[in-house]
């Protein structure tokens, strides 16, 4: 494999990483080489002393001190660093300094600002204190369905400072898609955007956020950010203004709450293929230990850098944007479409706020290498030090576009992980060579393997994504789980209880990986998980549709293809008109990532002889494995339908 990019000595030694290594030889008596594959083997052979040294490493402030680095549990019921009393917010204002900004901010409509950390601690208790006069305390829910724009970083930030659990969604998703998330946490306060903008288009969202403040019973009122100037409606809870909520004196500081290393933090979303969305709650602890590992030891973000990931506030990518501070690095936020005005705006972004780790898509890289665009041609990158690729696996010819596409060397950092834990499991590290189609290493303190059908580690080969010991970022538990049944059921539900995150993966001899898409029925769109129980709930309230199944296949070359087939009911046809209608429901009732590329008819739906809906088998089936070894028509209720998506494929193929 061609090599893309390659460390000099001297960002080797200056790494944070080959600091962490010269401090385990002079605070622990440790001694290792900088070789990345031999440390990873360390820290995962040496589970509870790696987390131990992360902790002392980067000095975690602990207003109380931990009697047990990790109790005897087994995952996913392991605790951390017991009897500490920490606070995320708290660690990362530790960082505030007058040499660079916080924050630097733009939308489409707005330009481009920098947010000093004074400032920013202004803002911050300024919300805080209202929130605390409002009544919400520890332990508390505020909900922010918002784009990303800087009030949203702040009131996350003044939440986290209290103890107060924080959730958010974009404002692209539709009622029936927020209410199915936010409707289980009961929050105190809604956070409002009063519309959004994309592509030049404003889209109006009072009328959802009306609805939300009317079904959501626990809300005691609503705090509506004005983003578009839209006249607010009349709702029966009280209302607030940001720019009221957000004005204090300069003397107001804010008060960190220690909270137990345990405590939630935030709760997002991941899309299983039955049932509500499942509401994964992190805690402090854990995501504070992990962000500053990867930020620090993987990404080697150091002070005063800029990191840029292109999210939206309902993607984990939106969490870990804001992490970017806990190291002092300062954190670029844009909402906006990527590609407005045109395919030159993101890297003149690049240019304009001097954006030292820019992180991406790998469907924008392609698109990117499709238009032949270059980069070095439209803005000056001479600072430009990484680009992350994340949300699908990055082809071959992607890392090739970026190897001769800019002017100097560009550490192309391809990562993958998920919502389920915020991190990425496989990514970065400044001690090896890119090569060209691979993601670099397994990060440290993730004891990854690939399994076999029969359960036997396997190099070189793909396999199950399997993870063998617990680390903190696990999720602590899922809202309203009783028992943590669906905790357990959804990564657990495996004779060796090992982490399984529904991904094939291949790990080469090197410690290189690749990544080879979802092995359960889950729909990754671009890093966002979608269950299939979403698609089927939307349209099942369309008159003309008696059964569906929808599938999502990650292509080689980066891009998605999600088909839809329908199985409609008697006197229907497949019009343009009913396929319009099925769009329309997923657009309106989830969001635009819902939508399929095509939809097709079909005469039934293959299910189980215990009734069970036949997705994976026919992802198989549309992912090029032999229909005899993806399909068991033996265990079909119906094995004759199956013959119409073996069709339906050859078709495709061709």
């Not at 080959?18 to 008596?29: C, M, Y």
């Not at 962000?291 to 080697?300: A, D, E, I, R, T």
């Not at 529904?502 to 998980?529: C, E, F, K, M, P």
Request: proline content about 5%.
């Amino acid at each position: 494999m061609q090599t893309i990019w390659e460390p000099s000595n001297a960002l080797i030694s200056n790494s944070n990483i080959v600091k962490f290594i010269h401090w385990l030889r002079k605070e622990r008596d440790i001694h290792l080489p900088t070789d990345y594959e031999a440390i990873w083997e360390w820290s995962v052979e040496n589970i509870d002393l790696f987390w131990q040294c992360v902790w002392e490493f980067f000095e975690i402030d602990s207003a109380t001190p931990y009697s047990t680095v990790r109790d005897t549990q087994l995952m996913p019921k392991t605790k951390w660093f017991l009897d500490s009393r920490i606070n995320y917010a708290k660690q990362l204002f530790n960082q505030k300094n007058d040499d660079f900004p916080a924050f630097i901010h733009l939308t489409e409509t707005r330009p481009l600002t920098e947010v000093s950390w004074k400032e920013l601690e202004i803002k911050v208790a300024a919300c805080q204190q209202f929130l605390l006069n409002k009544g919400v305390k520890k332990g508390d829910v505020v909900a922010a369905f918002m784009p990303n724009t800087i009030e949203t970083s702040i009131l996350f930030l003044a939440c986290s400072a209290s103890g107060i659990i924080w959730s958010s969604c974009s404002p692209d998703f539709g009622t029936e898609s927020i209410l199915d998330r936010f409707g289980q946490l009961n929050p105190t306060i809604l956070i409002a955007c009063d519309g959004y903008v994309y592509n030049g288009k404003s889209y109006d969202k009072t009328e959802v956020v009306k609805e939300l403040s009317s079904q959501i019973d626990s809300l005691k009122g609503v705090v509506w950010v004005s983003v578009i100037d839209a006249e607010l409606p009349d709702i029966s809870k009280p209302n607030y203004l940001y720019n009221d909520v957000s004005s204090s004196s300069e003397n107001q500081k804010i008060q960190f709450v220690d909270v137990p290393f345990q405590h939630p933090i935030w709760v997002l979303y991941s899309s299983g293929t039955t049932g509500k969305p499942k509401a994964i709650t992190h805690n402090h602890g854990g995501m504070l230990l992990e962000h500053l590992k990867y930020h620090s030891l993987q990404g080697n973000l150091k002070k005063g850098e800029r990191f840029f990931w292109y999210s939206t506030t309902g993607w984990m990518m939106w969490n870990f944007l804001q992490a970017s501070l806990l190291v002092g690095g300062t954190a670029v936020l844009y909402d906006g479409s990527p590609a407005y005005p045109n395919m030159n705006f993101m890297w003149e972004l690049i240019e304009k706020a001097r954006i030292n780790h820019f992180g991406t898509s790998a469907p924008f890289i392609i698109a990117n290498m499709k238009k032949r665009i270059q980069p070095s041609k439209i803005a000056n990158l001479k600072h430009l030090i990484s680009i992350g690729s994340t949300g699908s696996p990055l082809p071959p010819e992607a890392y090739n576009y970026i190897l001769n596409e800019f002017e100097h060397p560009i550490w192309l950092s391809s990562i993958s992980g998920g919502t389920d834990m915020c991190t990425a499991f496989v990514g970065a590290t400044p001690l090896k060579k890119v090569k060209e189609g691979t993601i670099q290493c397994r990060t440290l303190g993730c004891d990854m393997v690939s399994l076999d059908d029969n359960d036997n580690p396997i190099i070189g080969e793909v396999g199950e994504m399997m993870i063998r010991q617990p680390m903190p970022c696990m999720p602590e538990f899922f809202w309203a789980d009783k028992d943590m049944k669906r905790y357990q059921s959804s990564y657990f539900d495996n004779p060796q209880n090992y982490w399984r995150h529904g991904d094939w993966i291949s790990i080469h001899d090197d410690g290189t990986l690749t990544i080879h898409g979802r092995s359960d029925a889950t729909l990754n769109r671009q890093g966002v998980r979608i269950g299939t129980a979403e698609i089927y709930n939307a349209i099942d309230d369309l008159a003309f549709v008696k059964d569906a199944v929808i599938i999502n296949i990650e292509l080689k070359n980066g891009n998605h293809w999600m088909p839809l087939f329908i199985v409609y009911q008697s006197g229907y046809t497949h019009s343009i008109e009913n396929q319009k209608l099925i769009k329309t429901a997923l657009r309106n009732n989830y969001s635009p990532r819902h939508v399929p590329d095509i939809i097709y008819e079909v005469n039934d739906i293959p299910y189980t002889i215990s009734g069970k809906k036949l997705e994976t088998p026919i992802k198989k089936l549309f992912m090029g494995i032999d229909e005899n070894k993806a399909v068991n028509r033996g265990a079909l209720r119906n094995p004759e339908a199956i013959q119409q998506f073996v069709e339906i494929y050859k078709d495709w193929k061709k």
